[in-house]
């Protein structure tokens, strides 16, 4: 699934805006994980990094230290969830495109996973 298919199905807007280019709208992805356990991401999200995608509420510098460890490069923050400045500013600096949706991460991911969009696990 594009991720602008993504964002278009969960009416996402994009945080990291000045990333949200044609190359990021037109990417590929075919996991999710969803979690608020950076934790769990670690212990539990499997390979195929580039080709997943992140959903969280957690609007912290451990989702982006996180995902910038398994070079993860796309993240939804859920439940309109809106990191600080310095922590877009960070998630721009590691080149993570960054979305955000009003839907919760019950809805965001069975909205995602009835379009198609299998688990990470």
Do not use: H
């Amino acid at each position: 699934m594009k991720a602008k298919e993504i964002a278009k199905l969960l009416k996402a807007v994009p945080i990291t805006y000045t990333l949200w280019d044609e190359y990021a709208q037109e990417r590929e992805f075919t996991k999710a994980f969803a979690t608020d356990l950076m934790s769990d991401v670690l212990a539990m999200c499997q390979d195929d990094f580039d080709i997943t995608v992140l959903i969280t509420g957690l609007a912290a510098d451990q989702t982006f230290r996180t995902l910038e460890m398994l070079d993860m490069t796309f993240a939804i923050l859920v439940r309109g969830k809106y990191p600080p400045d310095e922590f877009i500013q960070m998630a721009v600096d590691m080149d993570i495109v960054l979305l955000g949706t009003d839907y919760s991460m019950y809805e965001a991911c069975g909205i995602l996973y009835a379009n198609g969009l299998g688990g990470a696990i």
